[in-house]
């Protein structure tokens, strides 16, 4: 149970002790929250005592009184203003005018409530007053997180772009100087590293307009009932040259004319993304096998390969942003990082699943399942 913390503020003795009272055992049950919520209370009698135990220990709201001996509600809501930490006031008046109302608006008042209250007009306002800094803490915590994922994203991009720039780098510094002699092949073999690392380059930022076009929900998205066994046939298509230089097969199993409600970029982004791992993480002479099939309510998609497989425990970190399995085996295989986050946050955009199984040495099968009214 969370505890928030008041300070009462009024030179009435009944009123401080009554409110106390009201609030000592209250508590309020926060559904949005899914939590309950008790308070833990204080009361003093002046403007210039509320000053010193604000100091001391800074509340989480202040039910403070306009009139108050010596210093007055609003010159402390005055001295008040500026502090880093966010005290929710609430202004307890008898003398209510708009003129009040809205100069303690001005200095930083939450909320006013009127003399003489009933303790439920009393708890009525505390409970508002809660939810509302609840919120306020939520929304903090959301932006402190956002902050925290952006920096970490931006420092493994810098990370990632880093070491393929530097390989460029040495690549076209040799070839300036002929530090390499004068054997043309082996300058061939750089410019053709070179243009490897850049095409890995490209895709990586390409992988990364994609998603934060996904995540941010700007990417205009065109539905239509997509023909999956053609769009299937067409990846595969694209995928066969680089599958015939490992002599790795390309299968597809699908019922002529699976059709899903969808957007056909987003499905033909799935689909590559599945392919393309297929064939860059398979053995020499492999086979990937695209399989599909279709229920009344959704349709199955699965993409296997007979390659490297991974262990239960790089399968749970494959969802990551920029994770990829770096061991022996894959040391020499580029790729984003990117491209299997994208794939399960399309997965969730069509309230489907996506589960992963693999054997080390063996092979890996992603499976999609996607309903029939998906979009």
Not at 116 to 145: D, I, S, W, Y
Not at 240 to 257: D, S, W, Y
Not at 276 to 287: D, F, L, M, W
């Amino acid at each position: 149970m969370e505890t928030i913390r008041i300070l009462i503020v009024d030179d009435e003795v009944g009123m401080r002790t009554g409110a106390e009272r009201a609030l000592r055992n209250f508590r309020v049950h926060l559904n949005k929250f899914g939590q309950e919520v008790g308070f833990e209370v204080r009361h003093v009698a002046t403007g210039e005592e509320a000053l010193e135990a604000i100091q001391a220990a800074p509340p989480d709201i202040l039910l403070l009184d306009h009139k108050l001996p010596g210093i007055s509600g609003l010159d402390v809501l005055e001295r008040l203003r500026g502090r880093q930490d966010e005290i929710l006031t609430v202004m307890i008046t008898a003398y209510a005018s708009l003129e009040t109302a809205v100069t303690a608006t001005k200095r930083g008042a939450y909320d006013f409530l009127a003399k003489p209250f009933t303790p439920e007009e009393l708890t009525g306002v505390v409970r508002k007053t809660a939810q509302h800094l609840l919120l306020q803490k939520q929304a903090r915590q959301l932006a402190e997180e956002k902050r925290r994922m952006r920096f970490e994203f931006i420092s493994v991009l810098a990370h990632e772009l880093k070491t393929p720039i530097n390989a460029v780098e040495g690549y076209l510094r040799i070839i300036r100087d002929r530090e390499a002699g004068d054997d043309q092949a082996v300058y061939d073999h750089m410019i053709r590293r070179s243009l490897v690392r850049l095409e890995g380059m490209r895709k990586m930022i390409l992988d990364m307009l994609d998603l934060t076009r996904i995540e941010a929900g700007t990417r205009k998205r065109e539905m239509s009932q997509v023909d999956l066994s053609a769009l299937a046939a067409e990846i595969l298509e694209t995928h066969a040259p680089a599958a015939a230089e490992k002599n790795i097969a390309l299968c597809l199993q699908a019922p002529e004319g699976l059709a899903l409600w969808g957007d056909r970029d987003e499905l033909a982004i799935m689909l590559n993304n599945l392919v393309s791992n297929a064939v860059k993480y398979n053995r020499p002479e492999g086979e990937v096998d695209v399989v599909m099939s279709a229920a009344s309510q959704a349709v199955t998609l699965s993409v296997a390969d007979t390659g490297i497989g991974m262990t239960t425990e790089e399968a749970t970190r494959l969802f990551e942003e920029f994770s990829r399995i770096k061991n022996a085996k894959t040391r020499d295989i580029l790729g984003s990082g990117l491209g299997l986050s994208i794939v399960k946050k399309l997965v969730t955009l069509y309230d489907g699943t996506l589960k992963v199984e693999s054997t080390p040495d063996v092979g890996t099968t992603f499976t999609v399942t996607l309903p029939r009214a998906a979009g």
